[in-house]
């Protein structure tokens, strides 16, 4: 006896789990595969006139972006893929009633679900690692192509900026400029033991590359901690805030390509900023929440694809399409209320998975046993 059957027989995985578990496993790969070329088609129609602008080498086209670009596809639409997986092939298990031979043996119907939930696991497992730290260092490369071929200019924070620079500093400006570093009616406000006692306003902020510091220009400052402060005015003023151009540009789009070390680190620094986090938490919590949906999923897809009937594999292919727009579609209505505050980032992540939960269990329960 191998070390293999070694295991399998500790694990208590017969011939059956077996090949239940490679049914598995090869119907998910073979549906990632397949629809992460049309996606590649598909999005190379819709960018085929950037391409043509630009003209970016083709080892660029293919290493620098269509390598990367086939994990991000993956990784968002892995759920679906796991779905009409266990929907496909677990339909043709009944249709040619190995289902019923199966229960007919004397296998209670817990045992039956025994491989779709070892092989929901492994997935589980790899989803894990994969969209905690693969993944957005994948979606990294991805944005950098984007970046440098496709968009016209770097999306930058250009309206009512507001930012805290440390505990008793705050900093708002109507405007700012990445390309020239340069900010337009800049206040910073000094708090001392909830009370302000200085203001600076100045109607353009500079930064200066060389000397890695900001110059104020039309410099105004005032004085709250006697009534008759005089306002201090300099036409120009260079100074050091503990905050760089790169801190203003909206980096909404480009949480996804944080690990998640990088990304609890930055929502720590907004939140002491002030500024709201209730996307990039969603995010966060998206990471955790979408491999723990495998186990639902493979549990719901089970469920409606083990009875026999006269429509065959495509009736249940067709109401596995259809629960999957439902579920599509209450995950974003859920992440849309996460992202603007509406509800707790991690109710509004958990809800659709636990709901759905909820649903599979009563399927179960009815399902032909």
């Not at 043509?52 to 892995?78: A, C, N, Q, T």
């Amino acid at each position: 006896m191998n070390w293999s059957a070694k295991i399998y027989d500790k694990l208590g995985i017969g011939i059956l789990d077996r090949y239940i578990m490679r049914k598995f496993l090869s119907t998910f790969l073979y549906s990632v595969l397949l629809f992460s070329l049309i996606a590649v088609f598909i999005d190379i129609s819709e960018k085929i006139d950037d391409f043509i602008k630009r003209k970016p080498p083709l080892e660029v086209l293919v290493f620098d972006y269509y390598i990367w670009f086939l994990p991000y596809f993956m990784g968002l639409f892995s759920p679906v893929f796991l779905f009409l997986s266990v929907i496909f092939f677990n339909s043709k298990l009944a249709q040619n009633t190995e289902i019923i031979s199966i229960l007919n043996s004397g296998a209670e119907y817990k045992r039956f679900l025994k491989p779709y939930l070892l092989t929901a696991f492994l997935l589980f497992v790899s989803f894990l690692w994969l969209n905690t730290y693969f993944l957005p260092l994948c979606d990294r490369y991805r944005l950098k192509f984007e970046d440098d071929w496709i968009h016209e200019k770097k999306v930058t924070e250009n309206d009512n900026i507001y930012s805290m620079l440390n505990d008793t500093n705050v900093i708002h400006m109507q405007s700012f400029n990445y390309r020239d570093s340069v900010g337009f009616n800049c206040t910073v406000e000094s708090f001392k033991q909830n009370k302000i006692y200085s203001r600076i306003f100045a109607t353009r902020i500079v930064w200066n590359r060389e000397k890695q510091q900001w110059r104020f220009e039309g410099f105004q400052q005032r004085s709250f901690v006697n009534d008759d402060e005089p306002v201090r005015k300099l036409a120009m003023l260079d100074t050091s805030l503990r905050i760089k151009p790169d801190e203003f540009i909206l980096k909404a789009n480009y949480v996804s390509s944080m690990t998640n070390p990088e990304l609890n680190e930055y929502i720590r620094k907004e939140h002491e900023k002030g500024a709201p986090v209730h996307k990039f938490k969603v995010e966060l919590y998206k990471r955790i929440a979408v491999p723990c949906s495998f186990f639902v999923l493979t549990l719901l897809g089970v469920s409606v694809s083990s009875r026999k009937n006269r429509g065959g594999t495509g009736f249940h292919l067709g109401i596995g399409i259809g629960i999957t727009f439902v579920y599509l579609l209450i995950i974003q209505i859920f992440t849309t209320m996460g992202n603007g505050g509406v509800m707790a980032p991690w109710l509004a992540v958990w809800t659709p998975p636990v709901v759905f939960f909820f649903i599979a269990l009563y399927l179960l329960k009815i399902a032909p046993k």
